[in-house]
């Protein structure tokens, strides 16, 4: 985000001793891209902290990216005639590597103090992943986690990008590593030519690329590196290409506002984080692109006046640091004050982010970036790398340490769980389980085990427990993860009983009609009815509502889907009305907020939307065995966190195994009245 614009020297040789520049670009120093660079930075900052959207403005960091790192490419050939690896990765490791490393040193001393328990985890795993430039794909897969999406953002969640940056210059090195092979074995006088092509083709490819995928599957796409590479594509042809283009200067006044007041706008006009990095991400590339033309011409009233101003340049040198240091900041703020940043907090965040930024800058990366003596500036690197290393082994020692001490058994006595709710006085005073670092990772055994399905396959995943020969019946739980997060239940109700239990699970993909036969979840509830034609089941049981949506057709949906298989395979059926879902993490409000400011969220708003369909479904279906645990999530009329000694949510609307297993009694004894009265 950060690389330099090279400039050049006259008289550049090149490969084969020929004394000719590879081809002619701006020799210029471009005061307006490193205003651009804050511009971009200090979007990005602004719309996290007090929008809580995505701005647009790493796309602008990609597309500058993608120009100046072409422009040093580029100007590095014309200059020496000699395009070396080594050269280039100890000119980027100066550059990128000392700010990284002492940030993320930084959070890790910061993490053991003031993180809650149950991010400590992630966090150390993405601060190895930024280390090692693949926080991206790390992101990438959790994201299409369905339960892992949901959990708590950690400090350096942003290093994403820096990520793909990264690799993108790796790959980059072998763009042009390529087209002077080309260009020498050949002999080729077309050079622009051919840059153009591949550049061309790459912009192309990675562009519909992009647009397929996020189409298809948009978490996934917002992260990988191949639905990127087109933006840094984009910014390296208008390298190649910027001398070719003349506006004239009323143009170039109109087009550079425009870029700056579109860049601006682009997180309100689009939700950035559910839309890109598809054709919309066009928009703010658009806006980089104008700004840059607009820049090629000297006007009175230009934005170039602007953004090459003294102090947006002095900016622009250190935007890279703004951009790393905001969110650390902003989410060591969120987890400890637990208040949306104001305008005076907001600007203490910036104006923290801007100080550091210069202090990290001017005392750390600078004196290694400039350093003409590679083996002083790689020990120092060394040493603040060894030091991150050791502090994620000391971490995870810790952690180890604190999980390998004996845990209290959850005996229905001091732990009752959902049991409690008719006499809540008469719980004991016990500490609550799982402890709250454990509470995310207390998940369905179909999840642990890899029965469930997730998002990016279709095809049936079946898990089979219980009793799996002589069995006297089959009970099969379908549907999201709405009904996964009761195999629990399922499974303890069961355990002295003589049923085979299946697993059919698909994560946010409901036992509904409402899916079109080509859609991927379409394709994986007809993949269920297919397989429970065929298969000897006695009994599904199948979440029956959604609690986040009070639009009848949805329920109607599920509840449909659960007749069919009753009416057309004779299976009998269970239908449980979905528990209470939240606007915000339960887990993380219990680890920041306390107890007492947690329940005062959850009974703030409707958090059973489908409270009027289901009354009318029970009522009026009489084919159906209904399930409604509502009761068991509340004291009192108010709904809770904690409930007979167990922590209920791991999530915003996901409930922990533990509390699940709590409800075998009540499972044991509606399953057993409809498989023994058959």
Known sequence: MNQPLLKQNKQPSFPNEQRKPLINIERKFRPEIEGLRVVAA?????????????????DVFFVISGFLITTSIISTINRTGKFSFRAYITKLAKRLLPSVFCILGIVLILSWFLLPDSILSKTIREVFASMFFYQNWQLAFSSTD?????QMKSPVEHFWALSIQGQFYLIWFLVFTLILFIIKKYKLTKVKTLINTILGVLFVSSFIYSIYLTAVDQPWAYFITMTRVWEFSLGSLLCVNL???????????????????????????FNVSEMFPGYVAIWPMTCALFIVLSGTRETKYGIKRFLGSPLMVKLGGISFGIYLWHWVILEFYRYNVQETPGVVVGLLIIISSVALSFLMTRYIEA????????????????ILGSINILLIGSLLTQMYIDQSKPQKVMDTKNYPGALAVNNPDDVPDEEPLPALSDVFNDLPKAHLDGSNQGLK????????????????????????????????ALLKATKNENYRILNITRSGTRFSTGYSDDDLKG????????????????LIVSQATAADTSNEKIQQQMIDQLQFVKDEYDIEVLAIRDSPRYSFNVLESLETAGLEETIKKMNKTDNQKDESFWKQFESENKSLNKMDLTNYFKIDGKYQPIIGNIVIHRDDRHLTNSYSESFAPIFKEKINSILKDE
Do not use: C
């Open 523 to 538: 394709i994986w509830v007809n993949n269920a009815l297919n397989y429970l034609k065929n298969e000897d089941v006695d």
């Open 457 to 488: 396959e279709s095809d049936l995943k079946v898990g089979e427990y219980g009793e799996t020969e002589n069995y006297d019946a089959t009970i099969a739980l379908v549907g999201s993860s709405h009904s996964e997060h009761w195999l629990g």
């Open 367 to 382: 004196p290694l970036r400039s350093s003409s003596n590679n083996k002083y500036a790689f020990s120092r690197l060394a």
């Open 243 to 269: 001398s070719s283009i003349k506006i004239n200067k009323y143009i170039a006044t109109i087009i550079g506002w425009l870029g700056l007041i579109g860049l601006v706008l682009t997180g309100i006009v």
């Open 146 to 150: 369905y339960l892992d999406a949901s």
């Open 42 to 58: 200090l979007l990005v900052a602004v719309y996290h902290i007090w929008l809580n959207r995505v701005s647009g403005g790493v």
